[in-house]
């Protein structure tokens, strides 16, 4: 699923058409193999970069019980999985300073578990999708937002088949369902505020004091702000940023 997530945070980069494909496997005897294609058109209001992907992993998976703990009325011994997933991106830039982009993922996997007695077969056949819709701004050089929905929809079929002692199976759960369906908002601001000279309350010897020029960027999570000397003492010159107590002690 790494490679996945990767090209989840990728967006096209290519005005020629371009990709990539990637197959492996691996000591469980598991088979993985994704490809990608990407391309940025020019139209009327700007680039348009589009992306689009899939992946395919499968394997027969692991024994995660030593055989000793395992009874004789288990025959599924091993942990396997098969997951695939397709995905598209595209992201339209309206001018200069505003984009919009749109994201889809759908995913679907069927997760095998296993219990080290009397287990037959569980399993869980989940489908899932995930959108988001992104658009962000910049009105001038000191404040930019963006606004983001999103989606996401989980949908599991849950079977779990035991073997009984005289040969017969019982089914505790057949398709059982369970899942959730999430929206949310969010928006977010940032702004640069411009440059302000508070004056510093440091003594020196000639009289004068040491002038700071204070700056901070302001988003929905805070951030300190810092201030440095930036000026010099009417006697002796301070270089720009040296705190002000130190340019109290070179008077």
């Not at 069927?110 to 569980?122: G, K, S, V, W």
């Amino acid at each position: 699923m790494a490679g996945v997530i990767n090209i989840v945070t990728r967006s096209a980069h290519s005005r020629d058409p371009s990709g990539q494909v990637n197959l492996g496997v691996d000591s469980f005897m598991g088979r993985n193999g994704d490809a990608r294609i990407e391309r940025i058109f020019s139209n009327g209001l700007g680039d348009l970069g589009l992306l689009a992907y899939v992946s395919h992993n499968v394997s027969e998976g692991y024994q995660p019980y030593h055989s000793s703990q395992i009874t004789s009325t288990v025959s599924d011994k091993k942990r396997s999985y098969e997951v695939n997933t397709f995905g598209a991106k595209a992201a339209q830039s309206l001018g200069d300073d505003s984009r919009l982009e749109l994201f889809y993922q759908y995913s679907a996997a069927n997760l095998d578990f296993l219990r080290p007695d009397a287990n037959r077969r569980t399993t869980n056949d989940r489908v899932q999708q995930i959108a988001t819709a992104t658009f962000e701004q910049r009105l001038n050089p000191d404040f930019s937002y963006f606004v983001k929905g999103h989606m996401n929809d989980w949908d599991t079929r849950y079977t779990r088949i035991y073997n009984n002692t005289d040969g017969s199976t019982r089914t505790l759960n057949h398709d059982d369902y369970w899942g959730f369906s999430d929206w949310g908002m969010q928006a977010e601001g940032k702004a640069v505020l411009p440059a302000s000279t508070p004056w510093c309350s440091v003594p020196t010897t000639s009289g004068s004091r040491a002038r700071t020029t204070c700056s901070r960027s302001i988003t929905t999570r805070p951030r300190p702000m810092r201030c440095m000397c930036s000026c010099a003492l009417s006697s002796t010159p301070c270089l720009t940023g040296t705190p002000a107590s130190a340019c109290a002690a070179s008077t």
